[in-house]
Structures are given as structure tokens and as C-alpha cells.
């Protein structure tokens, strides 16, 4: 089970911060979003190594990370546009070896929270 938090409203260059937390443990975590009308994509992903995986829509601006002790995974998202409108669903893996943003390749989603950029 994920649990997804940190659901808000901001203005164009603000940030906010979405943190997961699973109730076991998980190799691979990430963060994809969908906004209305489009597919959902995948946004930002990190392993137990903490490799790291960016859309190239936002790197530069989101980080992720990922605490193992805790099973949490954050994404610190900056310099917010419009168009990071989108429900963000926190997605995790527990096997080792995927692609990163195949959403097929992850078993486990949280309910999604909805952020807006104004």
C-alpha cells in the first residue's frame, strides 16, 4: 500500500514537496502524473542505489529521493508551471531490473494527490 501526501496549489515558480510512504519494502519508486486529457507519464524515478531518472520536462526542477529505512520517497518540485498541472500517483517496484517509466512494470500505486499550478 502507498500512501501519497502533499496535495496543493501554487503560483507559477513556486514549489511543493509530495512524499510516499509504502508499508513494505520496495526496490524502485516513481512518481508519475496525468493531466486531464493527456496519458499519464512518468516523471521522476529512483532505486535503493538512488539512481535517478528525469523526465527531461522537468529535470532541473524536481528532485526525488528516497529514504530505504523508511520506505518513503519524496519529489521536491521548484520553478512549477502551469503545465505540472496533474493528479501525481506514487508508483513502486520491488524487483531490481525495468524501465523506468514503463507504468506496467510497477505493482504498487498510491491514490493519486492533485497539484495545481496557477
Known amino acids: 500500500q502507498l500512501v501519497e501526501s502533499g496535495e496543493g496549489s501554487v503560483q507559477a515558480g513556486g514549489s511543493l514537496t509530495l512524499s510516499c510512504v509504502a508499508s513494505?519494502?520496495?526496490?524502485?519508486m516513481a512518481w508519475f502524473r496525468q493531466a486531464p486529457g493527456k496519458e499519464r507519464e512518468g516523471v521522476a524515478a529512483?532505486?535503493?542505489?538512488?539512481?535517478?531518472s528525469y523526465a527531461d520536462s522537468v529535470k532541473g526542477r524536481f528532485t526525488i529521493s528516497k529514504d530505504n529505512a523508511k520506505n518513503t520517497v519524496d519529489l521536491e518540485m521548484n520553478s512549477l508551471k502551469p503545465e505540472d498541472t496533474a493528479m501525481y500517483y506514487c508508483?513502486?517496484?520491488?524487483?531490481?531490473?525495468?524501465?523506468?517509466?514503463?507504468?506496467?512494470?510497477?505493482?504498487?500505486w498510491g491514490q493519486g494527490t492533485h497539484d495545481t499550478v496557477s
Open positions: 513494505g519494502s520496495t526496490y524502485t
Open positions: 508508483s513502486a517496484d520491488q524487483r531490481r531490473y525495468g524501465t523506468w517509466f514503463q507504468a506496467s512494470r510497477y505493482n504498487y
Open positions: 529512483i532505486d535503493s542505489e538512488r539512481r535517478t
